[in-house]
């Protein structure tokens, strides 16, 4: 039996279309079960929606049927006749506000970064169908923890956007250097500061573009723990993450630096394509990196610390990856960083450098990634997440 004809409805039960992996993921899973004629029940939206014109197109009709399920929310349990896809949080948290609708069956989504996880919640899993994990590293994990009932179903990216393009010159006669991901400890930008210091002193052509922004800016001060760098960053006039401040707090030249702020998931590409070489010294990824991924398909040679959700991303020539990683959990002695990995600043200059030497080496590597990436759109790995929940229908 095909999985279209097992699956005919399935409830997204998270905000889709904010500006996070999460809001991506929900766009594209909607927009991906549209086109096998499976219905998506919406619940939450984003309070400002930005989709491009196909996925206003294929989503007209579940977009005019949320604000009834919204409202059927807001009113208290409900009970549904299709398969849930529930949100869960660190540590498989499953949160009390949205325990009141109720798929048949019910199946956790999960992106995890805290490898503890409380026995109650454990046992919360227990009770769902299916897990569904954003990364090798989190299946393996939960399957550590004795859950028998985990698959593996990355997110995926939209190659009618990303995809290799020829450069459109913004950033023409310097070496840029992408770097990106909301600002936060757990995804190392004071790694990326440190190293691109010290490369931009030898390498006065590279400039640094970043695309860090936090719509928590507090969250961002947890980039404060680290040795490596002098500052924390702060908010502007409008109470926005001023990372052009920090920056230049953290000792970079001015002009060595182009923040690219707050962008659309789907403006983002143009970017990528203009970039030489894009930096993840990442602590901990639960997913695989969506930011990662969407550079790679875009032809952009990457550097990814060998570590948790990045683990699945690595090949031998698709990327270059920074081995040297110390174990945070043994270091610091706290058992929620298992899998975290500090990298070294003196290897990411070394892998920088590399790439800054041997064009040719570091084009063939880009073009490893695309190659790569082809078997990670979101069409594919929307199937493979139609047949785990078919499965446990």
Known sequence: ???????????IGWQIGVPSGWGTYGVNLAVELTRRKIAPELFFLARSL??????????????????????????????????MLHALGDQIDFPEMV???KGRPNVGVVFFESATVPEENLARARDFALIVTGSSWNADVLREHGLTNVRNCPQGIDPTIFAPSTKGGRFA???????????????????????????????????????????????AKSIGMSPHISAVP?????????????????????DSFIDVGPMENKDMAKVLQDVDLAVFPNRCEGGTNL?????????VPVILSRNTGHLDLIE??????????????????????????????????????????DREDTARRGAAAAAFMKDWTWEKQVDRLIGAVSAYC
């Open 1 to 11: 039996m095909s999985d279209a004809a097992v699956l005919t409805r399935l409830g």
């Open 50 to 83: 930005t989709l491009t014109a196909a996925q206003q197109q294929a989503l007209s009709a579940p977009l005019a049927k949320q604000p009834e399920w919204f409202a059927a929310y807001q009113r208290g349990a409900v009970d549904l006749d299709f398969p």
């Open 99 to 101: 325990r009141g609708l």
């Open 173 to 219: 006669g310097r070496f840029a250097v992408f770097s990106g991901g909301k600002l936060e400890y757990r995804k190392g930008q004071d790694l990326v500061v440190a190293a691109f210091k010290i490369f931009h002193q030898r390498h006065p052509d590279a400039v640094l573009v970043s695309a860090w922004h936090n719509p928590w800016p507090d969250a």
């Open 234 to 254: 702060g908010t502007d006039s409008a109470g926005r993450l001023d990372v052009g401040a920090w920056l230049r707090d953290c000792g970079l030249p001015p």
């Open 291 to 299: 930011v990662a991924m969407e550079c790679m398909a875009c032809g």
């Open 316 to 357: 031998a020539e698709n990327c270059y990856a920074l081995e040297f990683q110390i174990p945070m959990a043994e270091i610091t002695g706290r058992a929620d960083l298992k899998g975290w990995g500090e990298s070294s600043i003196d290897e990411l200059v070394t892998k920088m450098e590399d790439a800054y030497r």
